[in-house]
């Protein structure tokens, strides 16, 4: 038969899992995307000046 778990336990494996998630988001948010091998210079825009009214 099942064991009823402890308190401090299921506190112990949720705080363990918050500090596995925290990791893993901060790992994920510092991989960012991997530069391009060749970078190309992006093309000229003609900028348009607005007119004053």
Do not use: I
């Amino acid at each position: 038969m099942l064991e009823r778990t402890s308190t401090t336990e299921r506190y112990v494996r949720g705080v363990a899992a918050a500090v596995v998630a925290v990791a893993a988001l901060v790992l994920a948010a510092n991989a960012g995307p991997a530069r391009a091998a060749d970078p190309q210079p992006a093309p000229a825009t003609a900028h348009v000046a607005e007119s004053g009214r």
